[in-house]
């Protein structure tokens, strides 16, 4: 089958040392998978011995069953899994090298594949996907040394097999630790985790099942991923991942990956995602946003950058009473409104949200720019507003933000 991602062309086994292992550079396997997609030309998967995910390149359909499952599920289905190890692995061998297919089950996408094994122990499986693209004399040789950088980083621990990598994130997110005790960590954890980086707060639910579900998490989530540290702080599991790409927000895959990870999570609660950083030293401030995203949102995942600036006033909402914030032309605004059948409460919302922006509050609004000028011109003179005051503005849009931030915390009841 022809795809727009296949351009295959023969490279030599010295290209591949060199470009592979300029690669191992990164420390990530999602950068050496797109490494070799590049090198190769053509689309290449990722899974751990599970036949879990662990990367793929590109990071969309192609038109090939195994290829679009994994993508979509993350998993490749059990009886699927069953019918390649018969079809194509019945060697008497326990491990295999790469090798390629074109008939059988993969007739539809000729491939190569290859194991990362060492001793007993397999650590995953890699498909070169060369569709109608030819094999050439030097490809299993190049995917061979491909094999043998992605061992470099799959054979080293996993992060999640050590408690330890745990207690250096509660050491960084201890405003009580020493300074001497916080740059150890922070070196310990860089040492084996790529930046930048991005920390997801998960707020444990109250039952026993709940508890027991997020302890189970801190291996299972290291076990499935990598670049991943877990743990469980108070009422929270807390997990640091590395390698993150985006700089002031998340890559539309990273963001992807992050929902579904916390859709995995869910059962113990929902998460709150912070920016994306690079110093872990900073890492109290991204659990106050981590923190500030859950509190402030009511998906099973919000993201830091996402609630703001809805986020600045959730803490407001502990005081007595937050009304005492609220500009009190609101609460006028709003009975007017009831009285009268008039619609000035979301015009007046909508046109401060909107940063006084006619056009694009007219246009949230479903109406007529005039119809917008003729209603703000009422609401100043029915209840004395200076709209373009400096002050005022500010004062009502900081009520608005602070009435949503209600709003979302009722939703949450």
Known sequence: MTSPFFAHQRR?????????????????????????????????LLTNEHYHLISMYPKEKIGVSLYDTLLARRILPKELIVSYQQEYLTSTEHFY?????????????????GEVHSGSRIYGHFAIMLSDEPLYDTDLACAAIFRDALSILMMRPKLGDYSTYGTYMQNLLDADTAPDQRIFAQEEISRIMTSGYALMVTRIGTSA???????????SLSRNYYEVITTICGDYLVSLFGSVRGTDTYRPSE??????????????GRSGLSRPFQDLLDL?????????????????????????????FQDILDLEDARVFLHPALEQIRKYDSENLTHYYETLRV???????????????????????????????????????????????NSFQILEAMERDKMRE
């Open 12 to 44: 030599t086994p010295e290209e591949a040392y060199r470009i592979f292992f300029e690669a191992l550079q990164h420390y990530s396997l999602r950068e050496l998978v797109r490494t070799a997609s590049d090198f190769f030309g053509v689309p290449v």
């Open 97 to 113: 090298d790469p090798f390629y297919a074109d008939t059988g089950q993969v007739e539809e996408c000729p491939r190569i594949f």
């Open 209 to 219: 099942s709940q508890h027991a579900f997020a302890a189970m998490s801190t291996s």
């Open 255 to 268: 963001a992807a990956f992050y929902q579904k990870t916390a859709e995995t999570l869910s059962r113990a």
């Open 284 to 312: 109290p401030v991204h659990f106050k946003e981590a923190m500030l995203a859950l509190n402030a949102g009511t998906e099973t995942l919000s993201i830091f950058y996402d609630v703001m600036p809805t986020a600045l």
């Open 351 to 397: 046109y401060s949200l909107c940063l006084h922006n006619k056009e694009q509050a007219a246009a949230e609004l479903c109406i007529h720019r005039n119809t917008l000028l003729y209603r703000t011109n009422r609401i100043a003179e029915l209840f004395d507003l200076q709209l373009e005051d400096t002050t005022t503005a500010l004062y009502l849009i």
